[in-house]
C-alpha cells in the first residue's frame, strides 16, 4: 500500500513529516550474532501473535542494510537461514530512555533461535494519513533472538511542546527487517505541526535501545 500523503492543514505544514508513538509494553533482551534472509517483494498481513495491538499492512518491508533513508523497501541484508518471521513474533511497546522516544519490544515466540539485522519499516496512522519513519545513521548488527527472549528498537520523534494540538498518530505499522508481514500497534504519539519536523522522525536498527 502507497503511504498516504497528509491532508488538510498538516498538508502544508509537515511535507514529508515521518512520525513515531509511546505506549507501553514488554521489556527484555537476549541480543548476539546471526544471519538475515532475503526480503521479498509486497507487503502482506500479518497472521502471527502479539502482545497487543492487531496485524495490518505496512506501505514497505523492512530492510536489513544499513545505510541511511527511508524504512520502507530496499534489500536484504544477506541469504542466510534462520530468519526471524513476523508471525513467529509479540510485538509491545515501552517507554523510551528520553522525552521523544519509543522501544519496540519483539519477542521470539516460536521453539528455535531465529536471527534479526537491519532496520525494520515503521509506518505511523493518523486520522489524516500515513508518515513512514527515516532510518537513523546507526550501522546495523546481527541479533540472534533465542526461544521466549526479546530484542527491540528505538523510534525518535519530536515531542509537541509547542502548545498547538500537533498532529495524533494513533497506530504503528512495524514490519521486521527482511520481511513483508506487518504487524500494526495501537499508541498515541503527538508531533508539532512545524516545517522540517517530520526530518526528525527516525528509526534505529533492530538490536539498538535499552
Do not use: W
Not at 513529516?17 to 498481513?45: E, M
Not at 527491540?152 to 494540538?165: A, V
Amino acid at each position: 500500500m502507497r503511504v498516504q500523503k497528509l491532508s488538510l492543514l498538516t498538508v502544508a505544514a509537515i511535507a514529508g513529516l515521518s512520525l513515531t508513538a509511546c505506549n507501553s509494553g514488554d521489556k527484555g533482551s537476549s541480543d548476539a550474532s546471526g544471519s538475515s534472509s532475503p526480503s521479498r517483494s509486497t507487503a502482506s498481513q500479518d497472521s502471527g501473535s502479539s502482545t497487543t495491538g492487531g496485524s495490518g499492512v505496512s506501505s514497505g518491508k523492512g530492510t536489513g542494510t544499513g545505510q541511511s533513508g527511508t524504512s520502507g523497501g530496499g534489500t536484504g541484508a544477506g541469504g542466510g537461514s534462520g530468519a526471524c518471521r513476523t508471525a513467529q513474533l509479540a510485538f509491545s511497546t515501552s517507554g523510551g530512555m528520553a522525552e521523544g522516544e519509543l522501544t519496540v519490544n519483539l519477542r521470539n515466540t516460536g521453539p528455535t533461535a531465529c536471527t534479526l539485522k537491519g532496520f525494520p519499516g515503521v509506518d505511523l496512522k493518523s486520522k489524516d494519513g500515513s508518515l513512514s519513519a527515516k532510518r537513523s545513521k546507526l550501522a546495523a548488527a546481527p541479533v540472534s533472538v533465542k526461544p521466549g527472549a526479546d530484542t527491540r528498537f528505538t523510534l525518535h520523534y519530536p515531542p509537541n511542546n509547542s502548545g498547538g494540538t500537533g498532529e495524533t498518530f494513533t497506530s504503528l505499522v512495524v514490519t521486521p527487517p527482511d520481511e513483508t508481514r506487518s504487524h500494526t500497534l495501537p499508541v498515541s504519539i503527538n508531533v508539532p505541526v512545524s516545517q522540517g519536523s517530520g526530518s526528525a522522525i527516525t528509526v534505529d536498527p533492530v538490536g539498538t535501545g535499552k
